[in-house]
């Protein structure tokens, strides 16, 4: 493990914690920016994945790609392009991945032919994917896991109002079904933190104290051991 890729051990209490708990929790961790190569809370992110996918837990997860090969003239335009592109690919993944969750015995209707067929790949069809989220929601199993990282490389001007009603419908716990969601971010996001609370945000600032040749204090690898807790109740 080198001192770049060192996570805080705060940090990775933190997240067992929120793996521990028996009940719905949304929880943020705030980075830092990481060396490009060595994208620490992505990779804690990704071994989050593996310990649910290893318990047998469905885990919807989407890890956001950072824009490149932007001009100097055309920054902006790129920029916006790459994120509203980035946000339809988001809510796409995630639909795709409830309808591999639905239940062996799940039948279609036409209110989801009829939202499947608006689903063209444009920003306009955003509003209805939102939509069709909402009804996968209900046929969710008791317990699923949610890990969205680098979250605000789908977030510009145009796409804002469909990731707030997303992290709506992840905060409308259906009855009898747990759902434990995990942002993970490089920096601040204050459009984000406009949306959650206080207690389900954690900041990893002491990440930005790893330099080359410097051993972080209590510093815990990325891929912890950790385990996630059914309600037995």
Known sequence: MT?????PHEVVIEMQKWMADINSKLLWVEGTSSHPSE????IAALNVCSIAGNTGIPCISY????SHGRTRTSQKDVKETHTEA???????SIILQLCENLPDDFISTEAFDYYFKRLDGTLKSLEVAIDLVKHLFIYLPPLTVWVLDRFPFANTKSTTPFIRKLIDVLRGEPEGRIIKVLFTTEGNTPWLSGNLQAHEHFSASRMALNRPERFLPGAV???????FQKDER
């Not at 994208?39 to 992505?42: A, E, G, K, T, Y």
Request: charged share 5%.
């Open 86 to 92: 980035t946000c339809i690919s988001l809510l796409y």
């Open 63 to 66: 890890f956001c790609p950072p």
């Open 221 to 227: 690898s990325p891929q912890f051991c950790g385990e």
């Open 3 to 7: 001192t770049r890729s060192a996570l």
């Open 39 to 42: 994208p620490i809370l992505s």
